[in-house]
């Protein structure tokens, strides 16, 4: 049987939720997590879906994950955002994480957006020279910046 890359459905969420606790080990973020099943399901399956997610299965079993959404730019207009893009540790190397970058940049040109952007982890060597043979440019001079719940009610004076 070959690989197959496909739109997720609903029945996958319990594996994609796993991929996405396996990313955050390793991104050395082990406990940041807090997304649910439930979460996932109304988020990415309800009457306004705020993602799109493609897996990568082979032999039945999910063995890696993509997920993505619109944003907005000014300069650009609609841009699809890549938010992770995982694959199993025992797979990688198979080509699975490239059919997926494909096929989320596939769907970017689908869907009619001039730009596709996400953010890389800058020890992230292999992903780093990965995206950069694939023509992507890696801006080193951006910060991703980022509030968490504390410092938004921090900043807003409410309680926490």
């Not at 197959?4 to 940041?32: C, G, M, T, W, Y």
């Not at 997590?33 to 399901?41: A, H, I, K, M, N």
């Not at 959404?69 to 650009?76: A, D, E, G, N």
């Not at 992770?84 to 025992?90: A, H, K, N, W």
Request: glycine fraction near 6%; proline fraction near 3%.
């Amino acid at each position: 049987m070959e690989n197959v890359i496909r739109k997720s459905n609903k029945e996958d969420l319990p594996q994609i939720l796993e991929l996405i606790k396996e990313l955050a080990e390793f991104e050395k973020e082990p406990d940041a997590v807090e997304v649910t099943l439930q979460d996932l399901e109304k988020e990415g399956f309800g009457e306004q879906p705020l993602f799109t997610c493609f897996v990568a299965e082979v032999k039945g079993k999910i063995e890696g994950m993509a997920l993505c959404y619109f944003r907005y730019s000014t300069w650009k207009g609609r841009t699809v955002h890549l938010e992770d893009l995982i694959v199993r540790e025992q797979k990688r190397g198979t080509g699975l994480g490239s059919a997926l970058y494909k096929k989320v940049i596939e769907y970017a040109l689908e869907q009619g957006v001039k730009r596709c952007e996400w953010v890389v982890l800058d020890w992230n060597q292999p992903a780093i020279d990965f995206y950069k043979r694939s023509g992507a440019t890696v801006f080193e001079n951006w910060n991703t910046v980022q509030m968490n719940e504390t410092a938004m009610k921090n900043l807003l004076g409410k309680p926490l």
